[in-house]
């Protein structure tokens, strides 16, 4: 039984910021990758940033130099700063958790998502 809960969701103006926050907890003992994605209304579900235990990240093209993820081991939780947001950064934020055996993957688990909304 997993269970990932997810906060800092929010209404901002354009050229402000949020943090989102993204804890694991259950019967897995790490992530070995953790990562937020975004789906906003009518489009596909796409990567925003991603981030191995071991330090390396990767970042959707658009949000590159304004959105850092980070992460704490010890408590199994990443975050998303989100700096110079844009209306087009407005999306349902979705925690993710992979996890692998010996290399291999094996699962992923969810949050249930926080709303971002971009506007004046």
């Known amino acids: 039984q997993v269970q990932l809960v997810e906060s800092g969701g929010g209404l901002v103006q354009p050229g402000g910021s949020l943090r989102l926050s993204c804890a694991a907890s259950g019967s897995i003992l790490s992530c070995n990758v953790m990562g937020w994605y975004r789906q906003a209304p009518g489009k596909q579900r796409e990567l925003v940033a991603t981030k191995i235990s071991g330090g390396t990240t990767t970042y959707l093209n658009s949000v590159k130099g304004r959105f850092t993820i980070s992460r704490d081991n010890a408590k199994n939780t990443v975050y998303l700063q989100m700096n110079s947001l844009k209306p087009e950064d407005t999306a349902v934020y979705y925690c993710?958790?992979?996890?692998?055996?010996?290399?291999?993957?094996?699962?992923?688990?969810w949050g249930q998502g926080t709303q971002v909304t971009v506007s004046l």
């Open positions: 993710n958790c992979r996890v692998y055996d010996r290399g291999r993957y094996l699962d992923d688990y």
